[in-house]
């Protein structure tokens, strides 16, 4: 680690952030997407690399170039995100899932284009495998963060999700709030701890959010540690 990191407060740790958006391949030359910028999950990156940690920055479909100064892995489906993920975490000390994972995919991809045919088509969709579920039932020292955009209810959503997911924090948004949706450079989250709700953060950019999150998530880790 550099000089001087000894005093921040994740030198040392393995810090694994995902963001943007999944590609779920229909054939070579179509896929089912989303809105995604990965604005929020570089910002997290950022703003955990700053706190002195070794970041691991695993990035599906993004807008915005990718941060300096970590290791990035590039994915495209939730299954990739899945194995990048389950790579990473046997020594990751803290996983922040700021991606948007795709809920279903096309149940078969075609290897070639698909021909156009007869009037109508239908795409079967299946679900994918919940990245966040999945790892947080087989959490062991990880401190997990996850996040939940809602439109509606957000306060029961987020609650549902944490013990659900089994996350330590989690983020939740309005993503109807002017200024907290995707693509937006500001951001207005309420954070969740196990205990139920922390704070209210106030309308700010994504890399002061960013800063605000990490810093409740690595005192949150340190007292666990303890
Ligand atoms: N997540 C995940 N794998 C998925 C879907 C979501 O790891 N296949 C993660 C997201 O990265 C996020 C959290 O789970 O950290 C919540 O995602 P969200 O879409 O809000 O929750 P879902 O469980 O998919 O529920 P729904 O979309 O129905 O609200
Ligand atoms: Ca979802």
């Given at each position: 680690?550099?000089p001087?990191?000894g ?19 229909i054939?070579?030359?179509r ?23 070794d ?8 807008q ?7 290791d ?9 995100m ?14 922040i ?70 996350c ?50 690595s005192r ?7």
């Amino acid at each position: 680690s550099k000089p001087g990191n000894g005093s921040l407060p994740l030198a040392g740790k393995k810090v694994v952030v995902t963001a943007g958006g999944t590609i779920e391949r229909i054939d070579p030359v179509r896929y089912i997407t989303n809105d995604s910028s990965g604005k929020m999950g570089a910002a997290l990156a950022q703003a955990a690399r700053d706190l002195g940690a070794d970041v691991k920055l695993i990035a599906g479909k993004v807008q915005i170039p990718l941060p300096p100064g970590m290791d990035i892995i590039r994915i495209e489906s939730a299954e990739d995100m899945y194995e990048a993920c389950l790579n990473e975490w046997a020594d990751t000390d803290m996983l922040i899932m700021a991606a948007a994972i795709a809920d279903y995919r096309p149940k078969s991809s075609s290897p070639r284009k698909i021909k156009k045919g007869g009037e109508h088509m239908a795409l079967e969709l299946v679900k994918t495998v919940d990245v966040l579920q999945t790892l947080g039932s087989q959490k062991e020292h990880q401190f997990l963060v996850g996040f939940a955009a809602e439109t509606n209810d957000i306060d029961v959503y987020a609650a549902e999700k944490l013990q659900r997911k089994n996350c330590d924090l989690l983020v939740a948004n309005d993503v109807t709030q002017a200024g907290a949706g995707f693509g937006t450079d500001t951001n207005i989250v309420r954070l969740f701890g196990r205990e139920g709700k922390i704070a209210d953060l106030p309308k700010q950019s994504k890399a002061d959010t960013a800063r605000d999150i990490l810093l409740e998530a690595s005192r949150r880790m340190a007292e666990g540690a303890k």
